[in-house]
């Protein structure tokens, strides 16, 4: 069963503009999330993460919110570029070190 | 700094044989993990090895092994292949334990 889900397998959004990418997860045991970048024959990058004693992380135009009472998080690039556009992915663990449990990953265009 | 390095980067077998993968950490990293993602999915655990002990293993069937050598490259063996085998397999490192992890660019394995 899909213990974190991306509910939009795709977002577009014009250069400039906030993209806004959110992740769903139900194990209520997992504390430290993360979002990955992956482009095309690459592997994933780490961007940014989140343990679950914060609701906010912040790293440069990437900021990450976290509402642990929904069970939800969401990645924020604010201002988008066109160099954006890749799949995202939301993983979620039992602490870090731990196995990570990702979604199936939200692919962003950013359109000139 | 040469990053994680997988070989081969492309393979294809048919039903019933077996596979071997490998992975080279980055230099100084001494634990290895393996996942898999299949097409249209985000990437599932299959397992974690440190100073060369295994330290977890995701639902996967006992065809699937793994093991980490004393310089901490590592291997994953699939035995009597199934065409659901068919996916990337992806190896990351990390320092320790904890920490970000590193993706390779992964091998796609084909079964045919």
């Known amino acids: 069963d899909q213990q974190v889900k991306q509910n939009s397998p795709s977002l577009s959004v014009q250069e400039g503009r906030i993209s806004i990418l959110n992740c769903d997860y139900t194990n209520s045991m997992f504390d430290y999330f993360l979002w990955y970048k992956k482009y095309p024959a690459e592997g994933p990058t780490f961007l940014i993460s989140?343990?679950?004693?914060?609701d906010k992380n912040e790293d440069g135009r990437f900021t990450v919110f976290l509402n642990k009472s929904a069970k939800h998080l969401s990645l924020h690039i604010v201002p988008s570029q066109p160099g954006d556009s890749a799949v995202y992915f939301c993983?979620?663990?039992?602490?870090?070190?731990?196995?990570?449990?990702f979604g199936k990953g939200t692919s962003l265009l950013v359109t000139p | 700094d040469a990053g994680v390095t997988q070989s081969p980067t492309h393979l294809i077998k048919t039903r019933g044989q077996q596979v071997t993968l490998r992975c080279s950490p980055i230099?100084?990293?001494?634990?290895v993990s393996w996942y898999q993602q299949v097409l249209g999915q985000g990437p599932q655990f299959i397992f974690q090895y440190y100073e060369k002990e295994e330290r977890g293993r995701g639902n996967f069937p006992d065809r699937f092994s793994a093991r980490q050598f004393p310089n901490y490259s590592s291997e994953l063996n699939v035995n009597a292949l199934l065409l659901g085998d068919s996916a990337l397999y992806l190896c990351a490192s990390s320092w320790a334990v904890t920490g970000e992890l590193f993706f390779g660019e992964g091998s796609r394995l084909t079964v045919l």
């Open positions: 993983a979620a663990s039992r602490g870090s070190g731990y196995a990570l449990n």
């Open positions: 989140i343990s679950s004693i914060k």
């Open positions: 230099s100084g990293h001494k634990s």
